[in-house]
């Protein structure tokens, strides 16, 4: 019995415009970035550079220069993508903020503690309505289903923060 393999070569620049296409998918489905605006942080996370220059995005997303820089605009308002310039260039380099992964963890944090918070209300309101009717607690598996979720949010709280500080510790210690 043989076998025949068939190796597929993919040059990097395909591989490149793939995966920054599945990343901004990933971003723009799960509500997180524009469509443009995922793609764009898609390239940023990808590149081997320190930056990228506005006429690179423009290129590697052929895109208009408008969008591009609307889009760039709002990544920067909200604090996921700084620029910078080099000595001698008057060009600007953009990249992801240093600070990103810890913003966007504590935006994580604070929708769980929402989260949270709505199912306390919950439990709270249909305790209070089952002691109106004389239903115990142990009878209303309701209940106790909330009580388990709002264990089960708190620990994954307790986790995001705990990444959170492990983080910080990584990113302190590499900076000494």
């Known amino acids: 019995m043989t076998f025949r393999l068939n190796i597929v070569i993919v040059e990097p620049n395909t591989q490149i415009k793939k995966l920054t296409e599945e990343l901004g998918v990933y971003f723009e489905q799960n509500k997180i970035l524009s469509p443009l605006s995922a793609r764009i942080f898609s390239m940023l996370i990808l590149t081997d550079k320190d930056g990228l220059s506005f006429e690179e995005i423009i ?81 209303n598996r309701g209940l106790q289903y909330i009580e388990n979720y709002v264990l089960f949010v708190d620990d994954f709280i307790k986790n995001l923060i705990q990444l959170k500080e492990n983080l910080q510790k990584t990113f302190n210690s590499e900076t000494l």
Do not use: M
């Not at 604090?79 to 994580?108: C, E």
């Not at 769980?112 to 199912?119: D, G, L, P, R, T």
């Open 59 to 139: 290129e590697g997303l052929d895109s208009c220069k408008s969008s591009v820089s609307t889009n760039l605009q709002l990544l920067q308002t909200q604090g996921r993508v700084v620029y910078f310039t080099k000595p001698g260039n008057r060009k600007r380099y953009f990249k992801i903020a240093s600070n990103d992964i810890f913003v966007q963890l504590d935006k994580k944090i604070e929708q769980w503690q929402k989260e949270k918070n709505i199912h306390l209300k919950v439990y709270d309101f249909k305790k209070q309505l089952y002691q109106k009717t004389n239903i115990t607690a142990e009878k």
